[in-house]
């Protein structure tokens, strides 16, 4: 049998398939971590050093004994207040205003299966096994209950915590991040992906020194300007070889990442809410559940570490249907339009989708109440028949006459002042009583906090989907940062429960919407990326990658997507040239294989194209349908690193038995007698024969050995931005 969990002299360990997790219940009852990392038959606990270090405190119940410090012994869960004093998970204020926890192991317990946190967002099983540690204050009736769960064939594990006060105070939860994890070494580099609204997931390399060094989102959603993700990279760990670790938030709002070297050459990372915009009253008897934190460990470099990522959140986070379909190749009539149509003028745009063979048309903004442009309207979800000409369904009725299916976009976290909903419901924009509230796209945030305001806006939207009768995908919005927090009618001490309330109100509200359509395929957006993580894909299958729709920004933007979201996530589009954002032209084909990295469509009026373009695009639709199981399920492959100054960025997907794969390459910057560079496939079978191609062309046949340890030479470009697309097929 598959052993997963091990306790073995106050040792508990668990295993994936190849990785170990290991904490040690020390004499004290203190919970010190001792190893994660390469799987591991033994313990790892002789790493950990006692000594008597000039100014680290020992705690009480230990003294005279001046070895024993929380100030540098590798702990399991950091908290504020017990003598550690490197970052921390958990910062808990008594009655009497005073931060102290002292935290020590009373039981633990292993089940089998994932736990269910309703509402919040987690991978599940039924399969799978979690261990749950409950530790107790050493004075009070605190207790904290640690959860691991063991996806083992993914090499991922979950944790999460919950704080339980069995006291008869009420306590203030100041922070309740879900985890802390210690490294014994400091040869670390941190990765993350940070950004800006059009150039998202940028990635970016840190090393780690003493110090503290932090990411966050205090904006009340995930964020363009930092992912709430991180990897920890060894010395010389590339895509292919050596120790690195992946961590993500499986949460939407807010978060803080901390990485901190300590004194000694340690690393501690610490992952969860935003805790600036977080205070959290307990009362007696109250739990407080944190979102779940998930972490792979992967000997084999990075490309395996998103690899396991990619199947796990495919497999086990995201629930939609639509995960294992094709999904439709929709086009989206934003940036052909933007609010300026008719209903006459969308049926032009869906007459050429059906020419060219899409499967979908997306009315996007401006079709409800009187939103003509970007500054109101917001919360009035009561189609503008006088714009559209025909009622809803009307217009649905006709793009499926054309062959095609219908979706629909929403913003319904929003209110405009400029609406009619304002006029009848002030009370209901998101206000700090006294003060006028910060205007962001002239729009405020709806307090859907509050039940009345939340019920409103998705009955409105679900009886606009009722009249419609045909609506099979929507795209919800979300457009600016969660400010100006007011939790209405509570006290001083629960207006820092704001940010995280507001998350579980949204997840409820998109909830509802499946639970009234479950076969709805919904995709998330927030200006683009301001809200892409993995909180989100337990709602949705797909998100709207950026607005930045350039081929060129797109290969970094999804090249830092892919560190962690299966391609599958990634919605992205061909849109028209000269770029809208930022003016660039770029070669139609290039377009096309950029966005056929992910859930592939189309955004841009296709009145306004040539017979040619036309034709290049009903050859590019057969060219993706041919592929698409391929890069919805495929293993991924990053080549090269668009920010490593290389001129060409090449990535790859390979069918999981390895009797296919693609290897796109696109110049983004190409030099002056260049080299044509060479290429190498990764994941094929060895000793199989393949047959290479490019544009239907066969270039050869090799072994699969040869395409990935010799490679081939890529085409010659003739411009910048040309981009190439090479298969290859198993020979029979
Ligand atoms: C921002 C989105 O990212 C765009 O695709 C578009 O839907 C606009 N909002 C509409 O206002």
């Known amino acids: 049998m598959t052993v997963r969990f091990k306790e073995d002299s106050n040792h508990l360990t668990l295993y994936t398939k190849e990785s170990s997790y290991q904490m040690q219940i020390d004499d004290h009852g203190v919970l010190l971590h001792t190893w994660y990392g390469a799987k591991i038959d033994d313990r790892a606990s002789h790493l950990i050093e006692l000594r008597d270090r000039g100014f680290s405190s020992n705690p009480p119940d230990l003294v005279p004994d001046r070895t024993y410090s929380l100030d540098f012994l590798p702990q399991e869960i950091a908290c504020l207040g017990n003598g550690d004093l490197r970052d921390f998970a958990l910062d808990v204020a008594w009655e009497n205003g005073t931060h102290a926890l002292d935290l020590r192991v009373v039981n633990y317990s292993w089940e089998d299966k994932a ?172 739990s407080f559940q944190t979102p779940e934190l998930a972490m792979t460990y992967s000997g084999q470099g990075m490309g395996k570490m998103s690899r396991d990522f990619h199947k796990a959140v495919r497999e086990h986070l995201i629930r939609s249907p639509w995960q294992n379909r094709p999904r439709p190749i929709v086009v989206n009539n934003w940036e052909a339009t933007y609010f300026d149509f008719t209903g006459e003028k969308l049926l032009e745009i869906v007459d050429v989708a059906r020419e060219i063979g899409l499967d979908m048309f997306v009315l996007d903004d ?23 000409g025909m009622p809803l369904r009307d217009l649905v009725k006709e793009v499926n006459k054309r062959g095609l299916e219908f979706g629909l976009w929403v913003e319904p976290e929003m209110i405009n002042k400029d609406s009619d909903l304002f006029r009848a419901h002030p009370d209901w924009a998101l206000t700090v009583p006294g003060r006028q509230p910060l205007s962001s796209r002239e729009q405020l945030i709806l307090d859907i906090t509050n039940p009345e305001a939340r019920r409103h806006v998705t009955d409105e939207i679900l ?150 373009e036309i034709a290049e695009m009903k050859d590019q639709v057969k060219t993706y349908r041919g592929l698409a199981e391929l890069v919805l399920q495929g293993d991924y492959y990053r080549l090269t690193n668009p920010f490593s100054g290389e001129a060409y960025t090449a990535w790859s ?40 191609s490019l544009d239907g062309q066969v270039l050869g046949k090799f072994l699969g050995q040869t395409l990935m340890e010799v490679g081939f030479r890529s085409a010659y470009p003739e411009e910048n931005y040309q981009a190439f697309l090479y298969q290859v097929t198993l020979c029979e």
């Open 115 to 286: 736990p269910d946190w309703g509402v919040l967002p987690h991978f599940w099983s039924d399969k799978d096994h979690t261990l749950c540690i409950t530790l107790k204050d050493r004075e009070k009736d605190l207790y904290v209950h640690l959860y691991y769960t063991v996806y083992y064939e993914y090499d991922l594990i979950t944790r999460s915590l919950s704080v339980e006060n069995r006291t008869d105070e009420t306590i203030v939860l100041h922070k309740a991040a879900s985890a802390s994890v210690d490294f014994p070494t400091q040869d670390w580099t941190l990765l993350h992906f940070a950004g800006r609204h059009n150039k998202e997931r940028a990635r970016q390399d840190y090393e780690v020194q003493q110090g503290r060094f932090k990411i966050y989102s205090s904006r009340g959603v995930s964020s363009h300007q930092h992912n709430p993700t991180v990897i920890l990279k060894g010395p010389d760990a590339t895509e292919d070889f050596g120790p690195c670790y992946g961590f993500a938030l499986v949460y939407s709002g807010g978060f803080d990442i901390t990485c901190e070297g300590d004194q000694y050459g340690q690393t501690r990372l610490v992952m969860g809410l935003d805790s600036q915009n977080f205070s959290w009253p307990l009362e007696p008897c109250q």
């Open 366 to 388: 401006g079709w409800f109440g009187a939103r003509d442009w970007d500054d109101r309207a917001l919360g009035d979800w009561q189609v503008n028949e006088k714009k559209l």
């Open 463 to 612: 009886k606009v989907m009722a009249e419609a009768e045909n609506v099979r995908y929507v795209k919800w919005d979300m457009n600016r940062s969660v400010l100006d927090t007011y939790l209405a009618g509570a006290d001083r001490k629960s207006q820092g429960m704001y940010r995280h309330l507001y998350v579980l109100a949204m997840y409820e509200m998109t909830q509802t919407l499946l639970d009234a359509y479950p076969d709805l395929l919904l995709e998330g957006c927030s200006g683009g990326g301001g809200r892409f993580d993995l909180g989100m894909l337990y709602f949705v299958p797909q998100i709207w990658t950026s607005d930045n729709t350039d081929a060129s920004d797109r290969v970094e933007i999804q090249y830092g997507t892919s560190f962690f979201y299966p391609p599958s996530a990634i919605s992205a589009h061909v849109s028209a040239v000269p770029n809208h954002q930022n003016h660039r032209t770029t070669p139609l084909k290039s377009r096309g294989i950029v966005a056929y990295q992910g859930s592939f469509g189309y955004e841009l009026d296709l009145t306004r194209l040539s017979e040619e």
């Open 653 to 692: 997907t390979v069918d999981p038995a390895g009797k296919k794969a693609i290897l796109s390459v696109y110049y983004h910057d190409l030099k002056s007698n260049y080299p044509n560079p060479i290429l190498r496939f990764k994941g094929l079978l060895a000793n199989s024969l393949y047959e290479l």
